[in-house]
């Protein structure tokens, strides 16, 4: 294994190549983390030493490495694609003690070790570290964040915190908005968050400070709020990774797990039927596979609030972007059949497909579009605002306007409509154009997932839902805490993404698809959906989302303790799940609930099953109720900001039609003192919010889908009213209609 550069055309990326002999000669693969590849196909591997020379990809793409072996063991020479010439460099990979390669996580640069020994970091993707006079600070690429890394002795972490802050910045004398201590997991002595008033919502001024052995561990957060939106991901890099050394971390990656016996049952029941009540959630279902056997399948509290039917292991739920492993499930058939393979630009099986930089519509791979890496970001607003109008062709199309928040392979960034047009493209490819994109990818997950692992009632179809008639009620989180029952037709805002969250299924099902992630693509009945070789590919890092954790090709790759886990979670208007499994240990859980953003509790019980097959801490239930009172405290501030009074005068110059290019129309009117809003997909009342200095802040939306978000009205240059959706680098301005 060799790591180096490929220096083409002005740039110089990062390249991981992999070579292995073997019977009829060499194999291997490449990486190219700042492109979002990983795992492309090495061909033509000539070894006649000195000279190497190999090969990637096909056709117009092809490109040629011709070095030499020095007697260093490294390899360099020339490169040649479409005409471009370049060079490269490799050098042999340090390998580990037991003499495995380390692999590295694109996203995550070089860790940094304080001098002193006290702590460790890593560094983001084209991050900057430097020292300065008692502190170290990281900065992004656009120098709009900086994060200081202190050490001060003490045990007060509020005046280490003043203190850090003083020696970073000798003129710091911002106010505190907030402080929040959580819990501490048991690690250090204690925890302490602090929030400050900066007097300007586009700055974000954060401290966190861990009390250890008498010293109080900073880091300092100071950032435009464009900026932390864009690069959110690096920041939770910094975050995570910060390691304070004296800490000595539970390892039990050589530890085997207790079976899930009736003793564990009884525990984790009673940890589900707590925290459904605390939280309020009408139901769940939870499944737990061990061995490939479904030891446990249980249903709690009601699906339909009306009729009293309970949650059962055969309800009907949505699972939302759980569901994006089934569509990368069904793209790893495809490379099984030759049809394509992960590294086949898009372009090549939808001519179609677009991008807004014509240089990267080429490039952009079936991976890149499922990998979270490409640096496309959320923009579920536009779906949201659209869904009755927008087709599946029309989401692939729409990516022609996407901007990229950051460069291939240096963030995480989440986008429904890129695994949306990686569905629809694979379907497309796998049925033959036979249909349109919809009716294309329904077909191709039927027949290639869903039919060969037996799950019989799983589906993106509402009509077969409903037919069917055994689904639950999607209940929403309103903003006084409390789950509502809403309408099955709110769910129809995802049908233009259906590849990336639209399916239906039940615990049963969910269960049967988890003992085949299990069996490495063998389902239940000894059926080969999927080559182990490429479902494993979806199994693989493709860029860090923090320093624990991973996003793979629909999975989430993280640890618990050492131990190897792959999870998801999923939302949609009134439904949420959460599906985790330990691939190395035969052992996973699937929890689905009916009620909007449940993940603490889904999430909660995966943690709380793997406390207690591996005999640790009950530290999940403490994170659960700090996060309960946290919740009663915000809902009980935003109570006291909400008026129910509407000023007329003030809203009358914004009564009326708007309109947004992306998002389309609105239109507000006064009805008997009630501020309303229409955006054609739903209609909602809002609510003069002010902020806690009593002046206000916007509009808040009360009812579903988009409650709380916040409109803001103001004045254009030229005096014209216009009204603002979203903050920092997500924001939508709606002017008057003409």
Same mark, same amino acid.
């Given at each position: ?47 006649? +030493? ?20 020095? @007697?260093? *063991? ?14 490269? !460099? ?10 495995? @390669? ?19 970091? $890593? ?42 802050? =003083? ?24 925890? +302490? ?88 959630? $009408? ?8 061995? *490939? ?32 492993? +089934? ?27 677009? !991008?807004?930089?014509?240089?990267? =519509? ?34 692939? #199309? ?30 497309? #490819? ?158 996973? !859980? ?22 207690? !097959? ?35 005068? #003030? ?62 009205? *103001? ?24």
């Amino acid at each position: 294994r060799y790591t180096g550069t490929l220096s083409v055309a002005g740039m110089e990326l990062s390249i991981i190549v992999a070579l292995a002999p073997g019977d009829g000669g060499y194999a291997g693969t490449i990486d190219i983390p700042e492109q979002g590849a990983a795992g492309i196909p090495l061909h033509d591997i000539r070894v006649d +030493l000195p000279v190497v020379h190999f090969e990637m990809l096909e056709g117009p793409s092809l490109a040629v490495f011709d070095g030499e072996l020095a @007697a260093t *063991g490294e390899i360099s020479g020339a490169f040649l694609q479409s005409g471009i010439e370049g060079t490269f !460099v490799l050098a042999p990979e340090a390998t580990a003690a037991d003499g495995a @390669a380390q692999p590295a996580t694109p996203g995550l640069g070089e860790t940094y070790t304080d001098p002193a020994g006290r702590y460790s970091v $890593p560094i983001p993707t084209n991050w900057t570290l430097s020292e300065g006079d008692g502190y170290v600070l990281l900065t992004d690429p656009e120098e709009s964040i900086k994060m200081y890394l202190v050490v001060l002795p003490g045990t007060d972490l509020a005046q280490a915190t003043l203190d850090g802050w =003083t020696l970073v910045d000798p003129t710091f004398d911002l106010p505190v908005d907030e402080t929040v201590e959580p819990p501490t997991g048991g690690t250090v002595d204690a925890v +302490l968050v602090t929030t400050y008033d900066t007097g300007d919502d586009n700055r974000i001024l954060q401290a966190v400070a861990q009390g250890k052995d008498g010293d109080a561990y900073l880091i300092l957060i100071d950032g435009q709020l464009a900026g932390l939106q864009k690069r959110n991901a690096q920041v939770s890099i910094v975050g995570s990774g910060f390691k304070i050394l004296a800490v000595e971390e539970t390892d039990l990656s050589e530890v085997e797990p207790l079976p899930v016996d009736t003793e564990i049952i009884a525990s984790l029941e009673e940890f589900i039927t707590t925290y459904l009540e605390a939280f309020g959630i $009408p139901g769940a279902v939870v499944g737990i596979v061990e061995n *490939g056997e479904v030891v446990y399948s249980k249903g709690f509290g009601v699906a339909d609030p009306v009729t009293g039917a309970p949650m059962a292991p055969d309800t009907n739920v949505m699972i939302g972007s759980t569901g994006k492993s +089934l569509t990368t499930m069904m793209m790893g058939t495809l490379v099984d059949d030759g049809i394509m393979s992960w590294d086949t630009p898009a372009i090549e099986l939808y001519p179609a497909f677009k !991008v807004k930089d014509p240089a990267l =519509t080429e490039q952009i791979t079936m991976r890149n579009l499922v990998c979270a890496c490409t640096g496309v970001p959320r923009r579920d607003l536009e779906l949201i605002l659209n869904a009755a109008e927008q087709t599946a062709e029309d989401t692939v #199309a729409s990516l022609a306007d996407f901007e990229f928040f950051t460069d291939f392979g240096e963030a995480f960034q989440y986008s429904n409509q890129m695994v949306a047009t990686a569905g629809y493209i694979a379907a497309d #490819a796998a049925e033959g154009g036979a249909a349109d994109l919809e009716t294309e990818y329904e077909q191709a997950l039927q027949e290639r997932i869903l039919d060969p692992i037996g799950m019989e009632n799983t589906t993106v179809s509402f009509d077969a839902v409903r037919a069917r008639g055994n689904y639950a009620t999607p209940h929403m989180l309103m903003l006084e805490n409390t789950y509502e029952p809403i309408s099955l037709d709110v769910e129809g805002v995802l049908i233009p993404v259906a590849p990336a969250g639209l399916h239906w299924s039940t615990l049963e099902d969910m269960t049967k698809y988890m003992i085949t992630q299990l069996q490495e693509g063998v389902a239940p009945d000894g059926t080969r959906v999927v080559s182990a070789e490429n479902l494993k590919e979806t199994w693989k890092p493709q860029i860090a989302l923090s320093n624990e954790a991973s996003y793979g090709l629909g999975w989430i790759v993280t640890e618990y303790k050492g131990v190897p886990v792959l999870t998801h979670g999923g939302n949609t208007i009134g439904f949420t799940s959460g599906f985790t499994f330990l691939p190395g240990t035969d052992l996973g !859980v699937v929890v689905l609930t009916n009620g909007r953003a449940t993940n603490l509790f889904n999430d909660g019980v995966a943690g709380r099953l793997l406390e207690l !097959v591996y005999d640790q801490p009950a530290e999940v239930a403490q994170n659960l109720d700090f996060y309960l009172e946290r919740m009663d405290e915000q809902t009980s501030e935003l109570t006291g900001q909400l008026m129910e009074e509407i000023d007329a005068q #003030a809203v009358e110059p914004y009564l009326g039609r708007f309109t947004n290019e992306a998002l389309g129309a609105i239109e507000l009117s006064l009805v008997d003192g009630t501020l309303m809003l229409d955006a054609g997909e739903f209609v909602t009342q809002l609510k003069a919010k002010i902020d806690d200095d009593g002046e206000l802040d916007g509009y808040m939306q009360i009812d579903p889908p988009l409650q709380g978000a916040l409109y803001r009205f *103001g004045l254009a240059e030229d005096g014209a009213s216009i009204i603002v959706l979203g903050e920092g680098a997500v924001k939508y301005t709606f002017v008057v209609a003409e």
